[in-house]
């Protein structure tokens, strides 16, 4: 009885092993737990007014009532043309949420107190800062969000993470969001930064991505993702995103698309 057991328990570690480990069955299981969170995120803003468009539901509140025309609008405008360079539409409508107070943002979407981010995707919710808390008084509100705001990024953010079921690393979908705000707006990350030394190699961006320095890491994931679609065309990164959402690699999906290999590529980027 007691060998029984043993074996039993063996059986039962293997088996979540293999669950954490086996990326497949992690895309698969992947959108389940999606949304459950954004079920807890909603339940959060429950009391938020609500203001539906064709493709976009903003949450929101009182004081951020003047800016929902102008969030509706611009999400709206570059809908089609995201959804075009990634080659798929979200089933349903997608959930902005306005934030008047970034604590209560930092906390419904777990960033510690006193992060600051102008937007976030977390489980297929956008949520963002309203216009008011980053646009300084006597500015073209509506020039500046439609060029600056965080729209368009995180939603591209939102599809990616649809196509790719979770399994991507963080600079390549930072990469593909800030491609999308070049392809939309023309606006270019990081133009005038510049490296101290080489820019990040491919090790650096997939494994230590979190502690380089943000604006840096951010511009070269940039580089790197526009020279992708620059030699392959947008169809290979489309074809990369379903291969992660297969549960395959990205290092075996590009070698897949392209006939070579990532990490060569990528510390081949100019910088």
Do not use: C
């Amino acid at each position: 009885m007691k060998k029984n057991k043993i074996i039993v328990a063996i059986i039962f570690i293997a088996f979540v092993l293999a669950l954490l480990f086996n990326e497949s069955i992690l895309t698969k299981a992947y959108p389940v737990y999606k949304v459950i969170g954004k079920d807890k995120i909603e339940e959060s803003v429950k009391n938020f007014k609500t203001k539906e468009s064709k493709h976009f539901i903003v949450r929101y509140q009182d004081s951020d009532s003047k800016y929902v025309s102008l969030i509706i609008d611009t999400a709206e405008k570059h809908y089609y043309g995201v959804i075009k360079d990634l080659g798929y539409a979200p089933k349903d409508k997608s959930v902005i949420i306005v934030y008047s107070n970034p604590d209560e943002m930092n906390k419904d979407f777990s960033l510690a107190k006193g992060e600051n981010a102008m937007g976030i995707y977390l489980n297929g919710v956008i949520s963002i800062e309203s216009p008011a808390l980053w646009i300084p008084s006597g500015q073209d509100v509506t020039k500046v969000f439609q060029y600056e705001g965080p729209v368009v990024h995180e939603f591209t953010h939102l599809v990616v993470d649809d196509i790719a079921k979770g399994n991507y690393p963080t600079w390549f979908t930072e990469g593909i969001a800030l491609l999308e705000e070049y392809r939309q707006d023309g606006y270019e990350w990081g133009k005038d930064l510049s490296y101290n030394g080489k820019p990040y190699t491919f090790d650096q961006l997939e494994n230590n991505f979190d502690s380089l320095d943000e604006m840096l890491a951010y511009k070269r994931a940039f580089q790197v993702t526009k020279a992708i679609s620059d030699k392959f065309g947008m169809e290979t990164i489309r074809e990369m995103l379903r291969d992660l959402g297969s549960g395959m690699s990205i290092e075996s999906s590009f070698y897949k698309e392209t006939g070579l290999k990532l990490d060569t590529f990528v510390n081949n980027v100019k910088g």
